[in-house]
């Protein structure tokens, strides 16, 4: 098996340490003196064997840190009856450093314990033996060479996987605000769709509607009164236009802040209704509810207008509104249409707009035919729960 291609920095380490460690061959100058009782191999030769392993292990300390470890501490050990070299002193402590920092978390750990260890019986052994204070170097040479570079690995190694833990919590929170910004455009559009087609679409259904009228009824007068209808939902359809324009344009003082649509406006709402040739029947008691479930309730019933409106047979339209065990109780009624097509045309976004509104405040809605004594009719029903802690 082939080992990765060193990183060019290591290559640099392995290059100075065995050039620096040469011209110490080359001035004669070693770490210990032939009279030492620990060389075994006179000269200053023998120390390149040791001094060239460990610039190998060098160019291994990143992609390969164990193998490199366990053949520098056989190198280093070498250099132990050798009359020794700086370089390979200080090629071994940076591989042992490097073995800590790049090496998998459970032998980085496992160096640790074992390096000090090491410097701990290095320290007590030599001077339980001796009894002399300089038995102490030994174990603070241990630990300068082995036990200190594996420690400052570790504490590096802890700095970078905390830096790099805050940077993916980082890249996790904006990927998250992201995903909320989304979220939340999407939401935004969607309820600028339902209140568009809240504000306007039933008088643009009006104008449709008497407009085709007033170009196919050849009476003066039914004309007159029809143009009458399309002019105040034309006017009433641009006020609400205005309206909305006025809530997405940014603020710069020339528009005057809306009030929702509330509950109170029903009897408006169905005074228009017959206006435009609907016979509205309105059954409301809805007493006091919040303000969300206030504005959904309005919107359901001005949307359900507009359809029966464009699609109901001729015959009563009945709205019913009550507070029932918490929940708010919205009913439209009409005569179900078996027209060939609507009397205006449509996107068939107003079900869905109401759906919608219905399902962000938890409750439950239906629309469709139903049989009943006076025949079948459409049905418009939604339950909305009114907050818990809100007046009902």
Same mark, same amino acid.
């Given at each position: 098996?082939?080992?990765?291609?060193?990183?060019?920095?290591?290559?640099?380490?392995?290059?100075?340490?065995?050039?620096?460690?040469?011209?110490?061959?080359?001035?004669?100058?070693?770490?210990?003196?032939?009279?030492?009782?620990?060389?075994?191999?006179?000269?200053?030769?023998?120390?390149?064997?040791?001094?060239?392993?460990?610039?190998?292990?060098?160019?291994?300390?990143?992609?390969?840190?164990?193998?490199?470890?366990?053949?520098?501490?056989?190198?280093?050990?070498?250099?132990?009856?050798?009359?020794?070299?700086?370089?390979?002193?200080? *090629?071994?402590?940076?591989?042992?450093?490097?073995?800590?920092?790049?090496?998998?978390?459970?032998?980085?750990?496992?160096?640790?314990?074992?390096?000090?260890?090491?410097?701990?019986?290095?320290?007590?052994?030599?001077?339980?033996?001796? =009894?002399?204070?300089?038995?102490?170097?030994?174990?603070?040479?241990?630990?300068?060479?082995?036990?200190?570079?594996?420690?400052?690995?570790?504490?590096?190694?802890?700095?970078?996987?905390?830096?790099?833990?805050?940077?993916?919590?980082?890249?996790?929170?904006?990927?998250?605000?992201?995903?909320?910004?989304?979220?939340?455009?999407?939401?935004?559009?969607?309820? *600028?769709?339902?209140?568009?087609?809240?504000?306007?679409?039933?008088?643009?259904?009006?104008?449709?509607?008497?407009?085709?009228?007033?170009?196919?009824?050849?009476?003066?007068?039914?004309?007159?009164?029809?143009?009458?209808?399309? =002019?105040?939902?034309?006017?009433?359809?641009?006020?609400?236009?205005?309206?909305?324009?006025?809530?997405?344009?940014?603020?710069?003082?020339?528009?005057?802040?809306?009030?929702?649509?509330?509950?109170?406006?029903?009897?408006?709402?169905?005074?228009?209704?017959?206006?435009?040739?609907?016979?509205?029947?309105?059954?409301?008691?809805?007493?006091?509810?919040?303000?969300?479930?206030?504005?959904?309730?309005?919107?359901?019933?001005?949307?359900?207008?507009?359809?029966?409106?464009?699609?109901?047979?001729?015959?009563?339209?009945?709205?019913?509104?009550?507070?029932?065990?918490?929940?708010?109780?919205?009913?439209?009624?009409?005569?179900?249409?078996?027209?060939?097509?609507? =009397?205006?045309?449509?996107?068939?976004?107003?079900?869905?707009? *109401?759906?919608?509104?219905?399902?962000?405040?938890?409750?439950?809605?239906?629309?469709?035919?139903?049989?009943?004594?006076?025949?079948?009719?459409?049905?418009?029903?939604?339950?909305?729960?009114?907050?818990?802690?809100?007046?009902?």
């Amino acid at each position: 098996m082939l080992l990765p291609r060193p990183h060019r920095f290591d290559v640099y380490v392995a290059v100075g340490g065995l050039l620096g460690g040469l011209l110490l061959v080359g001035i004669g100058l070693g770490t210990r003196t032939a009279d030492d009782p620990i060389t075994l191999f006179d000269g200053p030769w023998p120390t390149l064997v040791p001094l060239t392993v460990l610039a190998g292990c060098e160019l291994l300390r990143r992609t390969a840190p164990r193998t490199a470890l366990n053949v520098g501490t056989v190198a280093i050990c070498a250099d132990l009856v050798t009359q020794g070299n700086l370089a390979s002193i200080l *090629m071994f402590t940076d591989v042992m450093y490097a073995s800590v920092l790049y090496g998998p978390l459970a032998s980085a750990r496992r160096t640790q314990w074992i390096t000090g260890l090491l410097t701990v019986a290095a320290t007590l052994v030599p001077f339980a033996m001796w =009894r002399t204070p300089q038995a102490l170097l030994i174990g603070v040479g241990v630990g300068i060479v082995a036990y200190g570079p594996a420690a400052t690995g570790w504490i590096v190694r802890n700095h970078r996987d905390a830096a790099e833990a805050a940077r993916l919590r980082a890249e996790q929170t904006a990927l998250l605000a992201e995903m909320d910004r989304t979220q939340a455009v999407v939401a935004e559009r969607s309820r *600028m769709a339902r209140e568009l087609h809240d504000m306007v679409a039933n008088h643009l259904s009006a104008i449709a509607i008497h407009s085709t009228a007033a170009l196919s009824i050849g009476d003066a007068k039914t004309s007159q009164e029809a143009l009458s209808v399309i =002019r105040e939902n034309s006017v009433a359809g641009l006020a609400e236009m205005r309206r909305l324009i006025g809530i997405l344009r940014d603020s710069s003082g020339d528009t005057e802040p809306v009030a929702a649509p509330t509950l109170d406006g029903l009897g408006a709402l169905a005074a228009g209704a017959r206006t435009n040739g609907l016979d509205v029947r309105l059954d409301a008691d809805p007493g006091t509810v919040p303000a969300p479930v206030e504005l959904a309730a309005y919107r359901i019933v001005q949307e359900s207008l507009t359809n029966a409106l464009k699609h109901a047979s001729p015959g009563p339209v009945t709205v019913a509104l009550a507070q029932r065990d918490g929940s708010l109780t919205v009913s439209v009624t009409s005569p179900f249409g078996d027209r060939d097509g609507p =009397r205006a045309p449509g996107s068939g976004a107003g079900l869905v707009g *109401m759906r919608e509104r219905v399902a962000l405040l938890g409750g439950t809605f239906e629309a469709g035919p139903e049989e009943s004594a006076d025949g079948k009719i459409w049905v418009v029903r939604a339950m909305l729960p009114l907050t818990e802690g809100d007046p009902a």
